[in-house]
């Protein structure tokens, strides 16, 4: 019985220190200067698709960037983690039809001015949208990084992710400099 409990303990200590961890990537007062911005929002989007539930969970995570990737080699570090024991795939996408089969989309600040149709294409869909630019929160994007002052914060429109059949954790939502409920 003894080495039962010390197992499950492993076991939930273990998951612990991984959510503790994740959340401080999120949370640490981290300066442009000290890390390249693009590295930061890639950690960023790493630990968004690993605080949202989607309503089923496929064999590969599809991560796909919308415009031009200003991400370069950043996303290496994404890629080369799991999401939920599954591998996760990054791609660059031009095109709207593109974007079948994505499961987050970050919109790159190139194309924000497309948030729109971005928007129709994955209407009812379980898509995460994330952008970079200002005001994009209020044109539907479910989460919008922003850099002031050399620092990254984020925002919510939890409303919008309900919409789309996604739940977010109450530990991002925490993180979050606003929440749209």
């Given amino acids: 019985m003894g080495k039962w409990i010390e197992r499950v303990f492993e076991r939930v200590a273990g998951k612990l220190f991984a959510v ?3 959340a401080t990537v999120i949370c640490l007062p981290v300066t442009a ?7 930061l929002k890639a950690a ?3 630990n968004f698709a690993s605080f949202t539930a989607w309503p089923e969970d496929s064999a590969t995570f599809q991560l796909c960037i919308f415009g031009e990737d200003p991400f370069g080699s950043h996303l290496k570090q994404i890629t080369s983690r799991k999401r939920k024991k599954h591998a996760i795939e990054a791609r660059v996408v031009q095109t709207i039809k593109g974007l079948n089969g994505c499961q987050l989309v970050f919109i790159a600040p190139s194309a924000s001015n497309r948030i729109n149709q971005v928007q ?3 209407a009812g869909k379980p898509v995460l949208t994330v952008a970079d630019s200002s005001g994009a929160l209020e044109s539907g994007v479910m989460v919008n990084m922003e850099t002031r002052k050399g620092r990254v914060y984020f925002e919510v429109n939890l409303r919008q992710a309900r919409q789309h059949n996604l739940t977010m954790s109450s530990k991002l939502l925490r993180l979050a400099k ?3 409920r």
């Avoid at 200067?33 to 590295?39: F, L, N, Q, T």
């Fill in 178 to 180: 606003r929440v749209v």
């Fill in 20 to 22: 503790l961890l994740s």
């Fill in 33 to 39: 200067a000290e890390i390249p911005e693009y590295k």
């Fill in 44 to 46: 960023f989007l790493y």
């Fill in 120 to 122: 129709d294409s994955i």
